[in-house]
């Protein structure tokens, strides 16, 4: 019999044992941002004819890895999936290493792309492309990690992220065609392409941000 939603027991462990790990991080990478990219990983996974337990638990455990250094990240998370004995309860060994494989491939800067169905979910779950929160996290990134900088200095690395990234040049790829974040993703190119019409934004969200 399938289901529209994930094992209920497997969803009690991963509220309590998984979830509130991701407290620890910034608000970029916090609890809510885990659950959008669970929610957003089960409609796609629905959509697509996924198996939605692995699509759940790869979406919880994508950014674990945030507890050591943020540059393999997802390597890191990926052994950490692999290493959790526990999910042998609901898992094969094979389903467990497929897992392992679409953790380790959900990162933005990945050149090739995700090498099963479950990398390219959690990837495009994991880009919330939609203009005004991609530029909120790039502006809280900035304020957690670059307490130094003044606006100006804020506005400089602000624009130099979004160009590396998300530009027409930038280094994201998308792997689901058609995607509601391949609308948001030319609408942010936009936006980038004219940094006039970009500052208000940065503006208005920086001073948010700050008080």
Sequence with gaps: MTTNTPSLDLMEFVETQILPQYAQFDKAHNISHANKVIRSSLELARRMGANLNMAYVVAAY???????????????????????ARLKRWFTPEQIMLMKEAVE?????????????YGKI???????????TVIRRTIQYGL???????????WQRFLQHMDEKYSVNGYIR??????????????????IANPSLLRPYFDRIIEEELH
């Design 62 to 84: 994508h950014d674990l890895g945030l507890s050591g250094p943020r540059a393999v990240h997802h390597i890191t998370s990926g052994k950490i999936l692999l290493q959790d």
């Design 122 to 132: 959690v990837a495009e779950a994991d880009r919330d492309i939609h203009p005004e």
């Design 144 to 154: 957690a990690n670059y307490p130094q900088l003044d606006r100006e200095g804020h």
């Design 105 to 117: 491939d959900h990162r933005a800067s990945a050149s090739r792309a995700p090498r099963n169905i």
């Design 174 to 191: 998308l792997w689901i065609q058609g995607s509601e974040n391949e609308r948001n993703l030319n609408e942010l190119r936009s936006l």
